[in-house]
């Protein structure tokens, strides 16, 4: 699978035990399954790189992803 971009704000889920995950400028849900501490931070702004992943989830939020690379961006 190929590397795509995701612009977007990081957010904490309290469902269940809690997740993160980020939101698109478009609405779509990422749960990326290795997602940086650098950018915990509940609405921090950020662009990162990902590949989709076929990972199982018990979260059933979004679509999960595997995190290439990642900047923040000002908001």
Do not use: C
């Given at each position: 699978?190929?590397?795509?971009?995701?612009?977007g704000?990081v957010?904490y889920?309290?469902i269940?035990?809690?997740?993160w995950?980020?939101?698109?400028?478009?609405g779509?849900?990422?749960?990326?399954?290795?997602?940086?501490?650098?950018?915990?931070?509940?609405?921090?702004?950020?662009?990162?790189?990902?590949?989709?992943?076929?990972?199982?989830s018990?979260n059933?939020w979004?679509?999960t992803?595997?995190?290439?690379?990642f900047s923040?961006m000002?908001?």
């Amino acid at each position: 699978m190929s590397n795509f971009t995701i612009k977007g704000k990081v957010v904490y889920n309290k469902i269940g035990t809690g997740f993160w995950g980020i939101v698109d400028e478009a609405g779509n849900q990422w749960e990326p399954v290795n997602l940086p501490n650098q950018i915990k931070y509940d609405g921090k702004q950020v662009e990162v790189v990902a590949k989709e992943t076929h990972e199982d989830s018990i979260n059933m939020w979004g679509r999960t992803v595997k995190i290439v690379s990642f900047s923040t961006m000002m908001p």
